[in-house]
Each structure stands twice: as structure tokens, then as C-alpha cells.
């Protein structure tokens, strides 16, 4: 049973660690801390932790990296640093604007998002959409930007926008230079969520929308 429980913990630490942000000297203290005493657990509490790691992180799992004394700490996860506050703020500053209603947060639409940037971030291949009613963003090195900056980046397209129904409500004739904001803005949508996933120093940032907006043929507000 030792020798199983052993094998389950080193193969799961090989695995995962590298997909972890940590410098040289962290990991040699997790290597060196990473299998507990056997004599204290049981397999079925191994077993647990692997679960936990997958469905909510290192968090999840109880397996926090030490680090020297003095260092600073960084977020264990880039959720971790989610301030819905401040995406709300961001977002209703350009709706404020244009006379539309604030949105409210939804923890729904947050788990979908949340889920689409894990993958984002996995693949690590730049942006792909997963359905309507999305914004996406992308930046390094990591923990770089703002919540606000990051939304300020899609907000900057309204010196495209002009109020034509969709697809045609940019001056420029392309639906992607104005699409990310004209989301934003989108008088009939009223919640959004949103997610932040980290990888290998990129931040991928998702955001979902309900109602989905830019709806063919209807205009923004």
C-alpha cells in the first residue's frame, strides 16, 4: 500500500508542477516537502487530494509552495486575483455613456468563463471564441494589467462605433474592430461573469455576456 500511495503522489507531482509559476528555488522546496509522511495518511486521503487539486487547484488540494521568508507571495492561482468590482465598474462606465442600464455579476456566466480560459490557457495558441455573447483578451507578462485596463482595451473600440444595426456599426467596415465594445454596451444584455486564467507569464481574460449581444440586424442601443 506505502509503495502504491508513493507512486500515486510522485506521479501526480511530476505532472502538475510544471505547469505552476514558480522560480528555481520554490520547487526545490516543494520537492523536497511533496511526499508526507506515509505513516499519517491513507490512500483514500491521497486519492481525495488528487480530486480537489483538479477540480479547484493547488488551493483546492491543500498544496500550498513554501517560500523563503521575506519573498514575496504570489497568487497560487490567477482567479485568485479576480476583483468583480472593479470588472463591474469598467464595464458600466461605458454604459453609463451611452445611457444603458449597469450590469449585474453572475456567478454562472463566471464558471462558464472560467472553464473557457482554463482551456485558453492550456492550449496556449492564441484566442478562440466558444460562443456568443463572449469577450476575450489576452497580455504578458502576467499580473501586468489591471482589471480595468484589460476591458479599457475592448472599450477603446468605441472611436469606431457609430449606432447602424449589427453587423454594420463600425466606421471602419470590420465587425472586429468594434465588436468587443458594442458588447459592452449592448442594451438588451444585463449580466456578465468573468474569468482569468494564467500560463507559462499570459493572462487570458473571458468574459460572458447574457443576453448575448451584437444580435444580427438589431442595433446596440
Known sequence: MKAQIVEQVEAFSEAELESLEFVPEELEAIEAERVPDLDSISFEEVAKDLEAYFEGGVEGAGLEARRRPGRPVRP???????????????HNKYRSEVGVPP??????LARSAQQWANRLASRGSGLQHSRSGENLWSGRPSGRFSYTQMINSWGNEKKYFVNRPSPNFSTTGKFG??????????RNTTEVGCALASRHGQDYLVCHYNP?????GQKVF
Do not use: F, M, P
Open 103 to 108: 450590469l449585474k455579476w453572475s456567478d454562472t
Open 212 to 216: 448575448a449581444g451584437n444580435v444580427s
Open 76 to 90: 497560487a492561482t490567477a482567479q485568485s486575483r479576480l476583483n468583480i468590482q472593479e470588472i463591474l465598474a469598467a
Open 177 to 186: 474592430d468594434v465588436g468587443h465594445y458594442t458588447q459592452i454596451v449592448w
